[in-house]
């Protein structure tokens, strides 16, 4: 059974960075390897959205309102994908989760932007 955890956030002032970490387990290799994985967040009130998305072949993308400052990563090795959030701002607050092959969601990380 494959489990996502993510974890690192936490209560931070604008301007500030947080980073980010998503370990997966119970899945193979292969199917890691082989597996896009993306960062979503959910502010209160709103829908999730989509903040980042890293492909098997390493292709990144994000949404346009974090282009610039949130850097996206993965290491098939360790079976992890980090999410490095610089300059942060108050519109940035919310839960953040991990998901994995669009199918595998982790529980999520709260993430305060607040002076």
């Known amino acids: 059974q494959v489990q996502v955890v993510e974890s690192g956030g936490g209560l931070v002032q604008p301007g500030k960075s947080l980073r980010l970490l998503c370990v997966v387990s119970?899945?193979?290799?292969?199917?890691?390897?082989?597996?896009?994985l993306a960062w979503y967040r959910q502010a209160p009130g709103n829908q999730r959205e989509l903040v980042a998305e890293?492909?098997?072949?390493?292709?990144?993308t994000y949404t346009e309102n974090v282009q610039g400052r949130f850097i996206m990563s993965r290491d098939d090795m360790k079976y992890t994908t980090d999410l490095q959030m610089n300059n942060l701002s108050t519109d940035d607050t919310g839960v953040y989760y991990c998901?994995?092959?669009?199918?595998?969601w982790g529980q999520g990380t709260q993430v305060t932007v607040s002076s």
């Open positions: 998901n994995v092959a669009k199918t595998n």
């Open positions: 890293i492909t098997r072949w390493g292709r990144i």
């Open positions: 119970g899945i193979s290799p292969y199917k890691f390897g082989t597996s896009d």
